[in-house]
């Protein structure tokens, strides 16, 4: 079964969420995406034990990061969902999607735009 979710998620895989780094998300984002989330396994059922809640620190600081420099940290999130869990994480998709709809552009790539058109 094929679930729907916007054109507009990039999934990027990982063999585990614990292989997620600051400079990652932070990346992302310099690269001009308006959102990333990170999607990893629910807690306590990480196959490789603590890997997604070293992503949700991760996640956390990085977040913390954004607001210093003016980019709303809600832009980025975590979420824990089962692997077989696909019709959920259609749902975050769709979530998350709206959700950085109504933020607007990242104001990061508002300034790589103005940057490139100057």
């Known amino acids: 079964m094929r679930l729907p979710y916007p054109d507009s998620?990039?999934?990027i895989r990982l063999p585990c969420t614990?292989?997620?780094?600051?400079?990652?998300?932070?990346?992302?984002f310099q690269k001009g995406a308006d959102g990333v989330y990170v999607a990893g396994c629910l807690e306590g059922e990480c196959h490789f034990i603590r890997g997604n809640l070293r992503a949700s620190k991760r996640v956390e600081y990085t977040k913390k990061l954004l607001d210093e420099i003016g980019v709303e940290g809600e832009r980025l999130e975590m979420y824990n969902i089962a692997a077989s869990d696909g019709p959920r994480f259609a749902e975050v998709a769709r979530e998350m999607h709206e959700k950085i709809k109504a933020?607007?552009?990242?104001?990061i790539r508002q300034a790589i735009t103005n940057k490139k058109a100057a």
């Open 9 to 11: 998620i990039r999934i």
């Open 18 to 28: 614990g292989k997620v780094d600051v400079i990652h998300m932070m990346e992302a």
């Open 103 to 107: 933020l607007g552009p990242s104001p």
